[in-house]
């Protein structure tokens, strides 16, 4: 790590985490001075019944709301502006997201679109929000993708089939209410797949290029946790110390990676998601360990610090690195991870797949910069699994 490297930190999201705080949410609200939010959410919230521990939470305190349920896994476009049309027409001044990744970054998208009209593929890359989108509140119910943290979105772009980010620090939440409750009843794949999710943003924020001193002191620990605690978290679902050191984790690990960059596995993981709509989570944990692999003699030392936080014994970094991998590999598998295969795609298409994450910008911030050459290479090595 170069020291005398220049960097910015900015966490604009206040963080409330504790066991039972979503009893904050009234309070919060009066803080922002909002009198009428609209929650962000899906289905899935709803019909599980998730969704009435946070209403009866606004019930009680006497506050109006409306619902937008319409988030779809993978964020579309559509689902951002018909969430904004409606957030205009009712007049919300506020956004309260429930759920995991999708429900989250389509409420940044919504906050946007609501305010500054237009489409949101017009906010695509960094700093293009100028004016102010509605405040937001997250309240995470699954350990993943760390969003609740985050000034980014990602949406698919439904005509294109491609995933695109919107970066801001204005779409950061105002208040992120992490209450590892509220976790306990994902059934354990979901649990797995996010779990693994949060693992990909802790070593890629770690590795990636363009690192910085913070980053490289939170990922190793989100490490240490996720391999501590997931595989506990799948087994017995109401374990709360499980649950609340996968939440911490993920927190940790969205932290490290919003302030470096993901790299390589997200590069392919969006490629399948906006091509194939495959789970992000699972296309990650998929990807994870044989992008590792690939790229390993370029970020030895860095693998052996992650060996370490897996409590792995090693005599060598490049010992450590190795190991390190393998133990990904395995965790993946002890979680029940599907392999590659299992998404019943022809290697004709291989090609494009391995162009879309070469065109990825955070393809560029792996430790071993890959081509197209290489990302079949890889493609191939998960087909062959």
Known sequence: MDILKTFSFELPTRIEYGVGCASRLSKELSILGAKKPMIVTDKGIVDSGLLKNITVLLDEADIHYDLFNGVEPNPRDENVHRGAEMARNLQNDCLIAIGGGSSIDC??????????????????????????????????????????????????????????????????????????????????????????????????????????????????????????????AVAKGNDIEARAGMLTGSILAAISFSHSDVAAVHCI???????????HGVCNAVCLPEIMDYSRDYCTSKYARLASAMSLQ???????????????????????????????????????????????????????????????VILKKLASK
């Open 269 to 279: 993981a969006e490629a399948l998601g906006g091509m194939y709509d495959k789970p």
């Open 107 to 232: 409420a940044k998208g919504i906050s946007i679109i609501a305010t500054h009209g237009g489409r949101i593929q017009d906010f695509q890359g960094a700093d293009k929000v100028f004016g102010t989108p509605l405040p937001i509140i997250t309240i995470p119910t699954t350990a993943g993708s760390g969003s609740e943290v985050t000034f980014s979105s990602v949406i698919t772009d439904t005509k294109e089939k491609t995933k695109f980010s919107v970066r801001s620090t204005k779409i950061a939440a105002k208040v992120a209410i992490c209450d590892p409750e509220l976790t306990v009843t994902m059934p354990k794949n979901l649990t797995a797949a996010t779990g693994m999710d949060a693992l990909t943003h802790a070593i890629e924020g770690y590795t990636a290029n363009c690192s910085e001193p913070i980053a490289n002191a939170l990922g190793p620990y989100a490490v240490e946790l996720i391999f501590k605690y997931l595989r506990r």
């Open 314 to 376: 090693f005599s060598s970094e490049e010992e450590g690195a190795i190991a390190a991998v393998k133990e990904v590999r395995k965790l993946s598998k002890d979680v029940g991870i599907p392999s590659f295969t299992s998404f019943e795609i022809p290697e004709s298409n291989f090609r494009e797949i391995a162009v879309k994450s070469c065109e990825n910008l955070s393809n560029a911030s792996n430790p071993r910069v890959l081509t197209i050459d290489d990302y079949m």
